[in-house]
């Protein structure tokens, strides 16, 4: 694991995680999270929504954005402050997604930094967009 402090880091800079989701991810995070959602876990209930088919929970996509802040960017020591996330378009099991993030503002003097949060699908279809502030570690 790595990580940057605030003056290592510079409007621009950006760092990114694929993973694709599978039914078992979808059935863990409904274990943690008790959001049994319907939409989620059984398919003749998905088959009448308006996406056809189970969908990936939106909060288990986003945590991809967390993945990358603990572990790349600031990386470790970082603390999560603030995040907006707006849900584009479904994420279905099985699919890969690209999270992206991008530093867009820095701080300095409160050792803030503001990241845009971006994720996309294989096809290149932006499925959440979104903001983040994170308090990098403050030392080597």
Known sequence: MKFYTIHELK???SAHIKKRFSKADVLQFA???NDFNPAHLDENYASQTIFKKPIVHGMLVSSLFSAIFGVQMPGLGSIYTKQSLKFTKPV???DEI???VTVKELQVERNRVTFECVATNEQG???IVGEAEIMPPRGK
Do not use: F, I, K, R
Request: charged share 20%.
């Open 11 to 13: 409007v621009g800079d």
């Open 98 to 100: 690209t999270a992206q």
């Open 125 to 127: 279809d932006v499925v």
């Open 31 to 33: 274990e943690v999270s």
């Open 92 to 94: 279905y099991l099985n």
